[in-house]
């Protein structure tokens, strides 16, 4: 399984969620590959789970897309809140 985290410009913002994406991962026992990007780049990428602020990855959903809507990137339990139900 493949999550990319998705910010404006894959800057600081990204590559910190990307961190707590994986840490959210570990505590919930599951294992998955996780990478960051910018918006534009993310357009051409394939991935299982597409997650990031609201603003942003709203821009992604294609209505094919698993999108996560993410409030406080900062918030570990927000985000496991938000994929364990995706993760299989």
């Keep these: 399984m493949k999550i990319l985290v998705v910010c404006g410009n894959s800057l600081g913002s990204s590559f910190i969620m990307e961190l707590n994406v994986k840490k959210a991962l570990l505590e919930l026992g599951k294992d998955a590959e996780v990478a ?8 051409a990428e394939q991935a299982d789970i597409y997650i990031g602020a609201g603003d942003i990855i709203d821009q992604l959903d294609n209505g094919n897309r698993t999108i996560v809507r993410i409030v406080n990137m900062m918030s570990i339990s927000e985000i496991q809140s938000k994929l364990e139900p995706l993760l299989h």
């Design 36 to 43: 960051h990007t910018d918006l534009a780049s993310a357009r």
